[in-house]
């Protein structure tokens, strides 16, 4: 039993920042990628942002040099650093882990709401 506990959305003015963390529980072994996906009303789930094992990282267009995805292996924990948010950005925000091919887990989603 694996278990993704988010936590650190909230309401933010337009111009701030948030940091998103998620930690995972459970039989866990390994854990390869771990990542960021968001989903605003009406729209389809997003890629937001991944990081490998050993640390290299891939972003959507949309957040570059904006947000920043880090992980501590130690504690299979992931963490979205949010800064210059837009409400663009105002969405559901889910963590996601591989722990091999064809085997991932999500977290139950924690709500980014960026007001104007």
């Known amino acids: 039993q694996v278990q993704l506990v988010e936590s650190g959305g909230g309401l933010v003015q337009a111009g701030g920042s948030l940091r998103l963390s998620c930690a995972a529980s459970g039989s866990i072994f390994r854990i390869n990628d771990m990542g960021w996906y968001r989903q605003a009303p009406g729209k389809q789930r997003e890629l937001v942002a991944t990081?490998?094992?050993?640390?290299?990282?891939n972003y959507a267009d949309s957040v570059k040099g904006r947000f920043t995805i880090s992980r501590d292996n130690g504690k299979n924990t992931v963490y979205l650093q949010m800064n210059s948010l837009n409400p663009e950005d105002t969405a559901v925000y889910y963590c996601?882990?591989?722990?091999?091919?064809?085997?991932?887990?999500w977290g139950q989603g924690t709500q980014v709401t960026v007001s104007s």
């Open positions: 990081i490998t094992s050993v640390g290299m990282t």
């Open positions: 996601n882990i591989i722990v091999r091919r064809g085997l991932s887990y």
